[in-house]
């Protein structure tokens, strides 16, 4: 086991002026699983194939343990690239699917059986060791996969978008079982994925990346609540935090004709190029239905409503004084914002509903910079 | 059926559109299927018949369709051996609404072999060692293009004969990815992943009985290394000479076509006093012989094939005392005179079996075993007769492999 450090590494394809990768500084912990994500071409891939030893690294380092591998070979690396090749041979017992890297490698019979033991015994395949692939579920045959890159024993487990070609069924399963596995395992996992409901649900930390650069990396919760800039607030959550850039007066923003009061510190933290403006963003849940006389209320025609069973949700369009004000989420149309609403009182398609920002669960954005100024 | 599909095809065969979609294709009926071995793979491929020809049709995530699909054509736009990408159709749906995965389509490759099949055979005991040497040149010809495979395997890979050697194609480009350069650590990976996938392919076949329990599969393994290290130092390493040994600019473009590459651009570089000359190929494109055939005749023939019948049209130049003709002329009078006649008199339905290019070279093996059988020269016509009679007639055919059951030639699931 071991720790994975990024030190300034930097990729640059011959040719382009924007490096894919920026000066990458991560830390990734021992038995830590951590998920880089973000939009396609941020960098993800090639941050992860670097640490892989598929991309050269042109500044910079990468270090796993006090090692730096910086210009080790991919196969001296000691890592797995788990899911790379998983068609499983037909006429071999599961037992030899998993353990025959390690026969290639001239383990003796007795170690590679008892590695294979240990790793089917985690994996819940004990009692299919001796059976042919054929009589194996789906499920099971991915987790014959995973044992061959467990009973290597590897330092550091790689993932390369590896639910990306399974049916939406097996997705959602292979998924619980990585993150259970390897935190049973304990073993270092970087996982890539563009997908953020993926990022979530499995990694201890998150490394959002965008254009080559990191933004943040923090734990699940600390991104969803406390985004640093306004492209991690947009990206990170399902559906999509509304966003949009109003004009403060005296410490208070305006949405039309609501008021929204700001923090001391957000407004402290505005500076002249904001030009009396700020960005603030808000989830769909920070939203409650309130009367149309309310100080803070933000009038909106519905447009559809999307019933969850749990939940529902309101596309909206901002109506009355708030009209045509730039305000959307990236999970809905131009100038569309997203409400959760109990889906019990759920309004009809064309009312207008009146809704205000919980206090203390907007987010505070510099429209110059797009960091954040809230301190929570 | 309130299917609403959408398929991407560069030149959409109506076709596609009478193949049951709404069925999971694990679940295809027989009657369209087409009973060909399928090789190993993570997902439900099946072989369909349609227009005549047969194409692969393979379930799959949507973007990793579509990304395929995209690379398999830009490989194919650079004449890279590889399958020919039809299409793709999404928005699959079952009789009752159920969503169902995508499918990438490609052409089946006429006339190729998977390793199952040339394995359970029983070839000669070195084609192994061919069938490596294929995916060498394959793999030097990928990553001297920028092509990253990231699963090199036999099952990713089918093989057409090509003279006494064989063809290898790329039929799986699922994990690749094309750059402008790859860098050594790409290439060391794609190499030592090729060497686990093809030892544990070969270990399959030994525990399914379909190769003798004695190979020495960790050895043929490493043949794959030592091939692929030997072609793509030979390709791309730098040699260095005295200036006074300029003659050895011209070796090295001998020993590349050689080899069956022409080079493309070659960089030349003296040092200040002019007294040693570096040289390095920059450009190396394969396909020495076959492009110098299709010139003469127009012939489109694999290299090797064209390497032995560029060797009889030398041959038939001497004979015929035409040495001082024009190379185009006699070729076309070989092509009218020789290689067609000799196709022609294969029977019809024998002749199918084979490329043409291929039975002309077995035919030129075959007569030149019974001429030194019989101590004489046979004349062609009558060699074409013994070689069909002897030898063409119980060999299977070979333009797409049939004779399996598709259960049978079900691998995986």
């Not at chain 1, 059986?113 to 194996?136: F, M």
């Not at chain 1, 403006?277 to 939203?287: D, Q």
């Not at chain 2, 393979?58 to 004449?79: C, M, P, W």
């Not at chain 2, 070729?331 to 019809?348: I, M, N, Q």
Request: charged share 25%; proline share 5%; with cysteine.
């Amino acid at each position: 086991m071991a720790t994975v450090t990024y030190d300034h590494a930097s990729r640059i394809y011959p040719g382009t002026e924007r490096p894919a990768v920026d000066q990458l500084n991560l830390h990734v912990e021992d038995g830590e699983f951590l998920v880089l994500v973000g939009p396609s071409g941020c960098g993800k891939s090639t941050s992860l194939r670097m640490l892989a030893g598929l991309e050269d690294v042109n500044a910079g380092r990468i270090l796993i343990g006090d090692r730096d591998v910086t210009d080790v070979q991919p196969k001296d690396r000691d890592i797995a690239m788990v899911f790379q090749n998983y068609a499983l041979y037909p006429h071999m017992s599961v037992a030899d699917n998993m353990g025959f890297a390690l026969k290639i490698a001239g383990k003796p019979k007795s170690e590679i059986r008892s590695r294979v033991e240990e790793a089917a015994k985690i994996l819940d395949l004990t009692e299919y060791l001796d059976r042919k692939p054929k009589a194996l579920s789906g499920g099971q045959r991915q987790r014959v996969a995973m044992g061959r890159a467990i009973v290597r024993n590897p330092q550091v487990f790689l993932m390369d978008e590896p639910l990306s070609n399974l049916d939406a069924k097996l997705r959602v399963q292979t998924r619980t079982q990585i993150a259970s596995l390897t935190r049973r395992l304990e073993v270092t996992t970087v996982y890539v994925t563009h997908d953020q409901v993926e990022a979530l649900t499995m990694g201890d930390r998150i490394a959002v990346l965008k254009d080559g650069v990191l933004q943040q990396v923090d734990t699940p919760r600390a991104l969803y609540d406390s985004p640093k800039n306004v492209f991690v607030a947009g990206f990170i959550g399902s559906p999509a935090m509304n966003i949009g850039t109003f004009s403060v007066t005296n410490g208070v923003a305006k949405i039309g004709q609501a008021q929204i009061p700001l923090t001391r510190d957000a407004v402290a933290g505005l500076t002249a190029e904001d030009n009396g403006k700020v960005t603030l963003g808000f989830r769909p849940e920070a939203l409650d239905i309130v009367p149309e006389s309310d100080p803070s209320a933000i009038e909106i025609e519905v447009n559809i409503v999307e019933e969850l069973g749990s939940d529902a949700y309101v596309y909206g369009t901002l109506k009355g004084d708030a009209a045509g004000a730039d305000l959307a989420s990236a999970g809905a149309g131009d100038h569309e914002v997203i409400v959760r609403i109990n889906p019990r009182t759920a309004p009809a398609k064309g009312e207008r509903i009146h809704v205000a920002i919980r206090p203390g669960q907007e987010h505070v954005f510099s429209p110059t910079t797009g960091l954040r100024l809230s301190s929570q | 059926m309130a299917q609403n599909l959408q398929i991407t095809a560069s030149s959409p065969d109506p076709a596609l559109l009478d193949l049951p979609w709404d069925i999971p294709l694990e679940d295809w009926p027989a009657e369209v299927l087409a009973a060909l071995p399928r090789g190993l793979s993570r997902h439900v491929v099946r072989f369909v018949r349609m227009s005549g020809g047969v194409i692969a049709v393979k379930e799959i995530g949507e973007s990793v369709a579509y990304r395929e699909y995209e690379l398999l054509r830009q490989l194919s736009r650079i004449n890279v051996p590889s399958v020919e990408p039809v299409g793709v159709i999404t928005g699959r749906t079952d009789k009752n609404g159920e969503r169902l995965e995508a499918v990438l389509i490609t052409k089946h490759l006429q006339f190729s072999l998977p390793y199952r099949s040339l394995f359970s055979q029983a070839l000669r005991p070195d084609t192994a060692t061919r069938l490596i040497d294929a995916l060498a040149v394959l793999l030097v010809r990928l990553h001297l293009i920028g092509f990253y495979w990231g699963d090199v395997s036999l099952s990713n890979t089918l093989f057409r004969r090509d003279a006494e050697t064989f063809a290898a194609y790329l039929v799986d480009a699922e994990t690749g990815d094309l750059h402008h350069k790859l860098s050594p650590g790409q290439r060391t990976y794609d190499v030592d992943l090729a060497r686990t996938n093809i030892i544990g392919e070969l270990m399959d076949l030994v525990a399914g009985e379909l190769l003798d329990e004695d190979t020495d599969t960790i050895a043929i393994g490493d043949a794959l290394v030592e091939r692929y290290n030997e072609l793509w130092s030979a390709l791309t390493d730098e040699e260095s000479f005295g200036a006074d040994e300029r003659w050895r600019v011209a070796a090295r473009i001998d020993r590349l076509n050689h080899l069956g590459f022409d080079v493309g651009e070659l960089e030349i570089t003296t040092d200040i006093d002019g007294t040693s000359v570096q040289i390095q190929p920059k450009v190396v494109d394969a396909g020495h012989h076959s492009r110098r055939l299709m010139r003469l005749t127009g012939l489109d023939v694999q290299e090797n094939q064209a390497r032995r019948l560029l060797n009889d049209l030398d041959s038939y130049r001497a004979a015929m005392d035409r040495q001082n003709d024009d190379e185009e002329f006699v070729a076309h009078d070989w092509l009218s005179g020789v290689f067609e006649p000799t196709v022609r008199a294969v029977p019809r339905d024998q002749r199918r079996k084979l490329e043409p290019a291929q039975l002309f070279h077995e035919v030129l093996d075959h007569r030149w075993f019974i001429s030194e059988q019989q101590k004489r020269d046979v004349p062609m016509p009558e060699a074409v007769e013994s070689y069909v009679e002897n030898v063409l007639r119980d060999r299977p055919d070979e333009m797409a492999i049939l004779g399996l059951p598709p259960d049978a030639a079900d691998q995986q699931e």
